[in-house]
């Protein structure tokens, strides 16, 4: 199998960024900017090698895009990797030249936070770059994005329940977080409110007893797997990508899943097992986009608002229960009937940019 290749997934731009003093070795991928300049994190991770960390920012750009229209933004998609561990790698000087490449640019690309970055780390890119958001609060941003990425799950989990079983609320419902870091924390926390039985399980065993000493209603699973196979009404992936293959349907009780996850479904074929075994999957771009609302509202003239953002965040309901509902109707899988929506946002609205303005 051969390298992948941006030509063959229709990208518009990748870019290869390279600082030999500081160590810089990022990409950054343009999916799309047909709906405007692309958003999205920028991830520090040890990729094993180039190719890897290539086919991961390909990946990425165009989810976001989808992410992106999906949500009702202005924004296409966008995405940036740095190779290497953030642990030991990470500097000022490599943040600060990553930042002169995004400014160079010119707003094409805006980026935030994601794996193995933070909002602080944003504030040291920002200062060679204007297109940077998820910056801290005391620099104007919208500080931790899981509040709101965390909220639009559960918008998503709350109109998934309205589908399957024609009431919206998730009071008695068993559900099950598999990872409880700062989303799936936020999540639990929505759902104990609302009087759900929740069961968490993590690979951090001090994240879990923080949550458990929190909310003492809250079960515990011994392992992820343990968790999927437990009487359940929804099951909620939190974690790693790939939560949902062959294995772990054959012993998954949920009727629903919604989680914060991104890339949930190991593979396409995924998504028909589901729909054949009768389980509601609410794909994971679509009710996780509460997170780049967050940090899109930063890039209001008027400045970051936490309760407009939170607003647009309500919207993740309907947007979900409309993917629901054609998936329905199109005798289609709701991951093809998220895409769907998607790519005709993107076609409709992308093509006003071919009427001239003065």
Not at 46 to 71: C, F, H
Not at 245 to 250: A, P, Q, T
Not at 327 to 352: C, F, P
Request: aromatic share 6%.
């Amino acid at each position: 199998m051969g390298a992948p290749s941006s030509f063959g997934t229709h990208h518009e731009q990748v870019v290869f960024c390279h600082d030999e003093a500081s160590g810089l070795r990022a990409i950054i991928a343009l999916y799309s900017t047909a709906l405007g300049p692309g958003l999205g994190g920028t991830r520090f991770f040890p990729y094993a090698s180039e190719t890897d960390a290539l086919a991961d920012v390909l990946n990425l750009s165009q989810g976001m895009a989808y992410k992106n229209a999906l949500a009702g933004l202005d924004l296409g998609g966008g995405k940036a990797v740095i190779i290497g561990d953030p642990r030991t790698d990470k500097s000022e000087a490599l943040l600060r030249a990553y930042g002169r490449f995004v400014q160079s640019l010119n707003g094409r690309y805006f980026t935030a936070c994601d794996v193995g970055t933070y909002s602080i780390d944003m504030d040291v890119i920002a200062r060679e770059s204007d297109f940077v958001t998820g910056r801290t609060v005391d620099h104007g941003g919208a500080g931790d994005s899981s509040v709101l990425t965390a909220f639009g799950v559960y918008q998503g989990m709350r109109a998934s329940a309205q589908f399957t079983w024609g009431d919206q609320s998730l009071a008695g419902k068993r559900v099950g977080i598999a990872g409880v870091g700062k989303v799936g924390r936020h999540l639990a926390a929505h759902l104990v409110e609302e009087d759900a039985r929740v069961v968490v399980t993590d690979i951090d065993s001090e994240a879990v007893a923080r949550l458990v000493q929190q909310y003492p209603s809250i079960e515990v699973a011994e392992s992820t797997d343990a968790l999927i196979a437990a009487d359940l009404d929804v099951y909620a992936p939190c974690a790693l990508g790939g939560a949902l293959d062959e294995k772990s349907l054959e012993t998954l009780t949920a009727k629903v899943v919604a989680g914060a996850a991104n890339n949930q479904l190991a593979h396409e074929g995924i998504g028909k097992l589901l729909s054949d075994r009768g389980i509601v999957y609410a794909p994971d771009y679509c009710v996780n986009a509460g997170g780049v609302i967050q940090v899109a509202d930063e890039l209001d003239p008027s400045g970051f608002s936490f309760e407009r953002a939170k607003a647009r965040a309500t919207g993740i309901f309907e947007t979900t229960l409309s993917v629901l509902e054609r998936a329905a109707s199109e005798d289609i899988t709701t991951a093809e009937a998220a895409d769907r929506q998607a790519e005709q946002r993107i076609r409709e609205i992308g093509r006003l940019g071919q009427i001239r303005l003065p």
